[in-house]
């Protein structure tokens, strides 16, 4: 199993029992399959997000882009960087990033706001791209504290707290 794999099963088996499962979920869907997808009509443009799930209550989708830090820098394809940039027509963008380091011994989470300048400065030209991860960013030890924090943040990564329940 690819270490990215690994990340986006590990988040999933913490965030799973807060899912609602009547809606659509994917997680670390191929490209291939992607663009099966569309043919097929179901998307709109291939680059999805590797995890796509909507929180029980929710009206939105939660979309986040997993990678693995190698040296402080995350692999991207160039479709993504053109679909996720400022400018980009992509239809999925994520509202969040996370990450691991190749130890799994630090994760990370960014909006995705955080990663629209590098996007747009970057002038890929190759198939894939080596893209160094914003320095603001949120570090964890554990990935049950990212998971946590995913739910938090919501589909559109703005933590809005949820009040107790006939507290005097």
């Not at 270490?3 to 499962?21: C, G, K, M, N, S």
């Not at 490209?31 to 796509?52: H, L």
């Not at 830090?69 to 963008?93: E, F, N, P, V």
Request: glycine content about 6%; aromatic content about 10%; hydrophobic content about 40%.
């Amino acid at each position: 199993m690819k270490q990215e794999h690994r990340l986006v099963a590990e988040i999933y088996r913490f965030v799973a029992p807060f899912i609602d499962t009547t809606k659509e979920i994917y997680l670390s869907l191929d490209g291939q399959a992607a663009r099966t997808a569309v043919g097929a009509g179901r998307f709109t443009d291939p680059d999805i997000p590797d995890i796509w799930f909507t929180v029980l209550g929710s009206g939105q989708p939660t979309r986040l882009e997993a990678k693995i830090l190698d040296k402080g820098a995350a692999l991207l394809m160039q479709s993504q960087i053109l679909a996720w940039r400022s400018t980009g027509l992509g239809s999925y963008k994520p509202a969040a990033w996370v990450a691991a380091n190749r130890e799994f011994t630090e994760f990370y989470y960014w909006p995705h706001s955080s990663f629209v300048p590098s996007l747009d400065r970057c002038a890929a030209t190759r198939k894939t791209h080596t893209l160094a991860a914003p320095k603001d960013r949120l570090v964890f030890s554990t990935i049950p504290e990212l998971a946590l924090h995913v739910l938090r943040m919501g589909p559109n990564n703005s933590f809005k707290p949820n009040p107790l329940r006939g507290s005097a």
